[in-house]
């Protein structure tokens, strides 16, 4: 049975930062690119940033970048989001995402950056 379960979330004040976890079982971790998305109500789910099978190769979307970094443990089958500088606009259900052949979704982890 796949399972990807993402853990970290929480309330957090502005300028503070998180780490984001995604365990995954029941499929080949490491031959999947893992992907870390967001969504707020009302609006499509965004991709925030991506990493490559081996981990050698990350992207970002352009408001996370310098602040967010993605990575992951092919043994330990997590991939991670460390967050630093958390803004007001960041706040959102993070989801992680498998993708080969198929795609693999997380439940999501809230993520409220307030004072």
């Known amino acids: 049975q796949v399972q990807l379960v993402e853990s970290g979330g929480g309330l957090v004040q502005p300028g503070g930062s998180l780490r984001l976890s995604c365990a995954a079982s029941?499929?080949?971790?490491?031959?999947?690119?893992m992907s870390w998305y967001r969504q707020v109500p009302g609006k499509e789910r965004e991709l925030v940033a991506g990493i490559s099978r081996t981990g050698e190769v990350t992207n970002y979307v352009d408001s996370v970048k310098g602040r967010f970094t993605i990575s992951r443990d092919n043994v330990k089958r997590t991939v991670y989001l460390q967050m630093k500088s958390l803004k007001a606009e960041d706040t959102a259900v993070y989801y992680c995402?498998?993708?080969?052949?198929?795609?693999?979704w997380g439940q999501g982890t809230q993520v409220t950056v307030s004072s």
């Open positions: 995402k498998a993708s080969y052949n198929l795609d693999y």
């Open positions: 029941g499929f080949s971790f490491n031959i999947y690119r």
